[in-house]
């Protein structure tokens, strides 16, 4: 954490108020986005117990399982849901722009879940769905391993930085808002919301101890509350297992309203709680850079409809040694591309990367405006140099190419030299791009003396890390029993461990 973040939470703190981390909001928001609040039980890995999913406020639909144990409700649960995503991503199928390869869908969908936890239960979901067999002793519906696929096509994505298709609501509220309680705190959606919208007529503290209890903010998922299991939810279900083994069809559908009534008012207040938070997060402007990262989730979410349309398979169970090296760099280029544009696009961002000595800002007092140099096929190209006075602490060394902010767009430079001169810093720079393509630089294109200008690191372009081919993976990264082969779906795909009951 920054000195800058660090000073705002300690201000929120002393407040009883969130502050503002950021002056735009950074990632993409649907004006159509489907809400799914996952709930299992606690206790129960891998068994979901209900979701309230829906794309307003007005139209959410719970769905139950009434016996987590019991294979055929789960799997029928996992229908019903599937149902819903699918029609909802379909809805995004329709618009398509470009010709031949290089079209695409005009949007994307956008799932939206409460907390991390929520991601991790839609995670568990498509894995437990995606390999089922649709024909033999184990069938399921066709809609079941679909569900599955898109649904780990999207955890897959989301691990992306600046990725906009699933997101947990906590994780934009803390992008924007600091609060004055620890990070893990914030990961609770009530808690999270006393700080920055507390109810009507109650203060922080008020809310927070609502949010604290729950009895009065049931936990916001994907777990329900160890209390509310052994004092509530056990004995309902019990009563629907005798219901279902005993009684007839009149007491079977009175305990299966009961359990339902239960657990909707479990997961209901974390509904509206969401969409008060999507009400909030449209209350702060979008940034400019947040468009372009947006076309490349309808990139993605094109390609791999297409994948899907060819009768693409399932993702392979485990990456293999080389495939989650890839897949590592590609993430680690991906966070660095969405911090240079947070700090790009928002000045509150860019301050605490100055805080931070990984950005600097100041007045230029030197230039030579007019300087050239020769390059290897003997031409004469522009790169001016200019001297940037900063009080920030620069910890960036030289040869860090950079981008700025308040420059012309395309404006590149490099660092030549970081000097200290007292209680300052001068850095010196040279222009290397966004000058015009004459041997004279545009007006307005290199920084003036007086000026004030302010740099960050480019993550710019970089050429793909070298690995071996899998066939010469080395031994100790090599996979065993063949874990991480190129089997993508195992034989036993369809079986599990539960039988149909416990």
């Not at 991601?119 to 390999?131: P, S, T």
């Not at 950079?402 to 404006?411: D, R, V, Y």
């Amino acid at each position: 954490m920054s000195t800058l973040s660090a000073l705002a939470h300690v201000q929120a703190m002393e407040s009883m108020q969130a502050v503002p981390l950021t002056e735009f909001r950074h990632r993409h928001l649907s004006a159509r986005p489907l809400v799914i609040i996952p709930l299992t039980m606690a206790g129960e890995a891998g068994a979901p117990l209900a979701a309230m999913v829906g794309s307003a406020k007005r139209n959410g639909t719970l769905l139950i399982v009434a016996q987590p144990r019991n294979r055929d409700q789960r799997f029928a649960f996992a229908a019903d849901l599937g149902r819903i995503v699918m029609d909802y991503i379909d809805s995004f199928r329709q618009d398509r722009r470009g010709e031949g390869e290089r079209s695409r869908y005009t949007d994307a969908p956008q799932i939206l879940v409460p907390n991390p936890g929520g991601v991790k239960a839609v995670a568990d979901l498509g894995r437990m769905c995606r390999f089922r067999a649709t024909s033999g002793p184990y069938a399921v519906p066709d809609v079941v391993p679909e569900l599955g696929m898109w649904l780990t096509f999207l955890v897959d994505r989301a691990e992306q930085a600046g990725t906009s298709m699933l997101l947990p609501v906590t994780a934009m509220l803390t992008e924007h808002w600091a609060t004055g309680q620890s990070t893990l705190e914030d990961q609770n959606l009530a808690s999270l919301m006393a700080w920055i919208a507390p109810p009507t007529g109650l203060s922080v503290e008020q809310a927070m101890a609502d949010a604290e209890n729950p009895d009065v903010c049931p936990p916001a998922g994907p777990s329900t509350s160890p209390e509310f299991d052994n004092r509530d939810l056990a004995p309902a279900i019990r009563k629907f297992d005798t219901a279902h083994t005993l009684g007839g069809p009149h007491t079977l559908a009175a305990a299966e309203t009961e359990l339902r009534e239960l657990i909707a008012g479990q997961i209901q207040p974390t509904w509206r709680m969401v969409w008060q938070a999507i009400s909030l997060l449209r209350s702060v402007p979008e940034a400019p850079r947040t468009a372009k990262r947006f076309e490349g989730d309808c990139k993605a979410f094109t390609d791999y409809s297409d994948y899907r349309d060819s009768g693409g398979l399932p993702q392979r169970k485990r990456d293999t040694p080389i495939g989650a090296a890839r897949r590592l760099g590609w993430l680690e280029h991906t966070l660095a591309e969405f911090e240079s544009d947070m700090a790009f696009d928002d000045r509150f961002v860019l301050a605490d990367r100055r805080s931070a000595g990984e950005a600097f800002a100041g007045t230029v007092v030197e230039a030579e405006p007019g300087r050239t140099v020769t390059t290897d096929k003997n031409r004469r190209v522009p790169r001016p140099r200019v001297t940037v006075r900063t009080d920030d602490p620069v910890r960036l060394a030289a040869n860090t190419k950079l981008i700025s902010p308040s420059m012309p767009t395309g404006h590149k430079a490099v660092i030549v030299s970081a000097l200290p001169d007292g209680d300052t810093t001068q850095v010196t720079v040279e222009i290397t791009g966004g000058m015009g393509r004459g041997r004279v630089p545009k007006q307005g294109t290199v920084p003036e003396p007086g000026q004030y200008v302010a740099y960050l690191p480019d993550p710019g372009w970089r050429p793909a890390p070298q690995f071996p081919a899998s066939d010469a993976t080395p031994w100790t990264h090599s996979a065993a029993d063949g874990v991480g082969t190129d089997s993508a779906v195992p034989e036993d795909a369809a079986a599990e461990e539960w039988g149909n009951e416990d």
